[in-house]
Each structure stands twice: as C-alpha cells, then as structure tokens.
C-alpha cells in the first residue's frame, strides 16, 4: 500500500516538538546560541524508544522553546511544519502550542498568537492543507495568566484559532485546579481538548469529559478505569491517540501492545496522530503505517478512523465535506 498516497488528518501534532532541526540549528546561531553539529543537534532533539518516562521526553522540547520567542521565528516553524504535512498528503492539521512559553524575550500575547496563526495562514494558501492552531495551558505552569491567555486567543477563533488544550505532565486529579478555565474557554466559543489518561492515570479521561472536554489527547488508559471507557464510548469522545509517542513515554510497552485496535473493537472512536513529528521522529505516513502493519488493518479500517478524524476535527461542516471527499 502507498501509505504516503493516502488522505490523512493529524489532530494531535505539538508546534515546538515538531520543528525542523535544520531550522531550530540555523535559529539558534542567528540568536547567538550554542548548538551543536546538525547531526549531534538532531539525535538531541530525537526521544529514544529507550526514553525512560514522559518528563524525560519533554526534556527534548528545550532547544525549540529557547529559540522561539520572536514573531519570525514562530511565524516560520508554524509555516514550515503545515509545509511538511502537505508534502505527505495530510489534508488538515491542528497543531497546538503553549503560548505562555514564548513570552520570555518580551512578546506579547497578541504578537505569539498571530504569529503562529500567520505562519499556518500563508503555507495554507500555498498548499492543499486546511487546518487550526489551538493554544495550551501548562499543567506544570501558574494559573494567574490563564484569564489572560484565554480572553487574548478568543479574538482569533474566526481566525483559525479553534481550540484550548491542557497539557504538559500529567498528575491525578489536575481537571479540578482547571475546571473554571476550561469553563470559560467553553463559553467563548472554544473546542476543548484535554491530555489526559496518557500516563497511567484513567480517571483523568473520566474528569477531562465531565468539565468539558470534546476529545482527549492519548486518553489510552480509559481501559484500566471503567467509569473512564463507559463515558467515552457513550458520549463518542474521540481519542487522539499517538503511537510511536506513547511507546516512547512508556506509556505502553511495544506497538503491539497499544490498545488502539482493542478500542476499535469495542467501539471506541480512535485517530492516529503524530504529536511530535521531530521529537518522536515521526510522520503521518510513519504512524498510519505503523498501526496499519501492526494490526493488519485493511484499507477499509483506515477509511473509519480518517472518518472519526473528520467527525471530531475543530472545523466547519464545509471544510468536513470537503476532507470526507477524498476518500469517498
């Protein structure tokens, strides 16, 4: 099968994990920063299958958050990353992004937004691509700019803005310190997405979907947590599950052992996604293939799960239609 021929939609895919290295290397030097050699630079900013835990994957974030705080060079990785996906045949992307992480050299809010929002913008009037940016809040970050960021990204929901994420490390029982501003998102117009159940803890699916979450980012361990699996599968949350970045956190043990094909036939609506296209050494392509090869899947599996990709997508139902064409 061509895998890199298929129609493919990537819901879950993180802005400062997916940036080129030959650019996060030429951004550096341009900033005065010390990095090494292209190649050393890229095994650096690659996770191991050996990477021991999901912290020790986020260590490999630090390099793009350092180099991204200016507009040019958030404008150009958002540019560059819908670039890449078009290049392989993804007909619509969302990518996601902590703006709070970008304020260290004096941006404002606004100026972060907008620059990422110009950046997918242009390569979307370049390339067959549709797709939105939705913006993050940081588990591990302080709250009191919350209200701020929230309030600043609704300006842009009719912009290509179209959703709010909790990420970042996940504890038991977070959804409770997020509850109100997750509210207000709701309230403003946002989609809401929510990391959770990645990393052993299934409740937190169950309390992601209880304040208000329309899809769940991993959400893989619904199965060691009823109340969780019985509120996705009666609700028809979609879960944006991740492979190769799962089994690099640990999250599972080996591709073989990812629920994803057990969720399938249970009736859960899964997707197959990249999160980090550089961190986790990853495409698309890759992670179809992937799953497809591990599970034996036929083409006809793959044309559900790109339907449950389009179902669930932070779009409008023309931008729907338009996506289901391809594979129809």
């Given at each position: 099968m061509n895998y890199k021929a298929l129609p493919k939609i990537d819901l879950h895919c993180h802005l400062d994990g997916s940036a080129r290295p030959e650019t996060l290397r030429e951004l550096a030097v341009e900033r005065n920063l010390q990095v090494a050699d292209i190649e050393s630079l890229r095994s650096s900013l690659i996770a191991p299958e050996s990477c021991p835990s999901l912290d020790e994957y986020l260590k490999r974030f630090e390099l793009a958050v350092q180099v991204m705080q200016d507009k040019a060079s958030l404008e150009r990785i958002a540019y560059e990353i819908f670039e890449d996906a078009s290049y392989e045949n993804v007909k619509y992307l969302e990518v996601r992004f902590g703006p709070l992480l970008h304020m260290n050299k004096g941006l404002n809010l606004d100026e972060i937004i907008s620059s990422v929002l110009k950046g997918m913008n242009d390569a979307k009037e370049k390339y067959d691509i549709e797709g939105g940016i939705i913006i993050a809040a940081l588990r591990t970050m302080p709250t009191d700019r919350l209200d701020d960021l929230i309030e600043t990204g609704s300006k842009y929901l009719d912009k290509g803005l179209v959703g709010f994420d909790l990420a970042s490390s996940e504890v038991a029982g977070f959804c409770d310190t997020f509850k109100p501003f997750v509210e207000k998102a709701k309230a403003l117009g946002y989609k809401i997405t929510i990391h959770a159940g990645e990393t052993g803890v299934g409740k937190n699916v169950f309390d992601a979907v209880t304040i208000g979450a329309d899809r769940i980012g991993?959400?893989?361990?619904?199965?060691?947590?009823?109340?969780?699996?019985?509120?996705?599968?009666?609700?028809?949350?979609?879960?944006?599950?991740?492979?190769?970045?799962?089994?690099q956190t640990k999250a599972v043990t080996s591709m073989e052992n990812h629920p994803i094909k057990d969720f399938m036939d249970a009736g859960i609506l899964v997707t197959i996604n990249t999160d980090n296209r550089t961190v986790s050494n990853t495409s698309m392509t890759k992670e179809v293939k992937r799953v497809m090869e591990t599970f034996n899947l036929d083409l006809s599996d793959y044309h559900k799960i790109y339907e449950y990709s389009v179902q669930a997508a932070f779009t409008s139902d023309e931008i729907k239609e338009k996506l289901l064409a391809y594979i129809r």
């Open positions: 991993h959400g893989i361990h619904i199965h060691s947590h009823q109340k969780a699996f019985d509120i996705v599968k009666k609700h028809k949350i979609v879960l944006e599950t991740c492979p190769s970045s799962n089994v």
